[in-house]
């Protein structure tokens, strides 16, 4: 059974940061994408980047570039996904998701519980 241990979520002033990482058991690091979505409250799920074992780092929110960064620890099965200069509009609940396939695109297939973060202004 496939289970993620989320953290690092909680609450900040607009400029600060915050690390989310994300412990997946039973689950193989050798062949992987893993994602970071996020769900604003009245808002669809959006996705913000996915990273493969091959390599692939893919942003699909232009919101983020440049500020969140994802990343993979693979001798500790976590992905983090490192937050900088938040604003208000990122406050959201924070998804990591995987799927046993090398490469990005495509659904996922197994999702974490989320965590939240809020930034006020």
């Known amino acids: 059974e496939v289970q993620f241990v989320e953290s690092g979520g909680g609450s900040v002033q607009t400029g600060g940061s915050l690390r989310l990482s994300c412990l997946v058991s039973?689950?193989?690091?050798?062949?992987?994408?893993v994602g970071w979505f996020r769900q604003a409250p009245g808002k669809e799920r959006e996705p913000l980047l996915c990273?493969?074992?091959?390599?692939?780092?893919?942003y699909y929110a232009d919101s983020v570039r440049g500020r969140f960064t994802g990343s993979t620890y693979n001798a500790r099965n976590t992905v983090y996904l490192q937050m900088k200069n938040l604003k208000p509009e990122d406050t959201a609940v924070y998804h990591c998701?995987?799927?046993?396939?090398?490469?990005?695109?495509?659904?996922?297939?197994?999702w974490g519980q989320g965590t939240q973060v809020t930034v006020s202004s």
């Open positions: 990273i493969s074992s091959r390599g692939d780092v893919v």
């Open positions: 998701a995987a799927r046993e396939v090398n490469y990005c695109g495509g659904g996922f297939v197994y």
């Open positions: 039973g689950f193989s690091f050798d062949d992987y994408a």
